[in-house]
């Protein structure tokens, strides 16, 4: 069975301090797909990142950037110098061919000013 | 702009009442996905339709039942509603057929069941 684990249930931080938010997920198949989501307080959720199980290039995006491991099973997301905008609910998600997409429970951040 | 519409926003019904939650697929893509968000909960996977035809099932109560019509756009009905069932509910929708490509999520139907 497939599962997703972020143990990080609400993570705060000061404005401009960078923070990491961990993902460890579970699957038998060689081929997968991870993802990042970000829910914030206005309740849509707006996809970040896509990731396929073959590569595992390091993304940076702007202030994100991805870490993914497949020997720790881990799709690690860091966010720059935070700024209060990035206060939101941060969805990681796997799915892969006949499988439907399993989210974890979410980490909730808060950047505080 | 995720392309994914969902109606209506809001909706406060009794328990018992019936509604029925619309979503339109951004254009192009032929699976469409429910999901229920209940308050502090995660994303509870209900239904899945591609093309019209139901692909995958999940947690979805025999109180609920869903289709997706034609021209792709997709209906999730609740019936004998319980207080239970308030929750953030959404659409999204994909051009895979099977998880490979990303989801793009409606901004949810926000239900309240007094």
């Known amino acids: 069975a497939q599962k997703v684990t972020q143990a990080q249930t609400e993570i705060s931080v000061v404005e401009k301090e960078d923070v990491t938010l961990d993902c460890v997920y579970e699957?038998?198949?060689?081929?997968?797909?991870l993802f990042w989501y970000k829910q914030p307080p206005s309740g849509e959720l707006v996809f970040l990142i896509r990731?396929?199980?073959?590569?595992?290039q390091n993304e940076i995006s702007g202030r994100y950037s991805w870490n993914f491991q497949k020997s720790t099973s881990s799709f690690n997301f860091t966010i720059t110098a935070s700024q209060v905008v990035d206060s939101a609910v941060y969805f990681c998600a796997l799915s892969n061919y006949g499988q439907n997409f399993v989210f974890g429970p979410g980490t909730r951040l808060s950047v505080l000013p | 702009d995720s392309g994914v519409t969902q109606t209506p926003k809001h909706l406060i019904t009794a328990t018992g009442q019936r509604v029925t939650l619309r979503c339109s697929p951004r254009s192009g893509d032929l699976s469409v996905y429910w999901y229920q968000q209940s308050l502090d909960q995660g994303l509870q996977f209900l239904i899945q339709y591609y093309n019209g035809e139901e692909r995958a099932k999940g947690n979805i109560l025999e109180r609920f039942s869903a289709q997706q019509f034609p021209d792709l756009h997709s209906e999730l009905n609740l019936s004998s509603l319980e207080l239970g069932d308030s929750a953030l509910y959404f659409c999204a929708s994909s051009v895979e057929r099977e998880g490979a490509g990303e989801l793009f999520f409606g901004e949810g139907s926000r239900l309240t069941v007094l």
């Open positions: 990731r396929n199980s073959f590569d595992e």
């Open positions: 699957t038998r198949d060689t081929t997968y797909y």
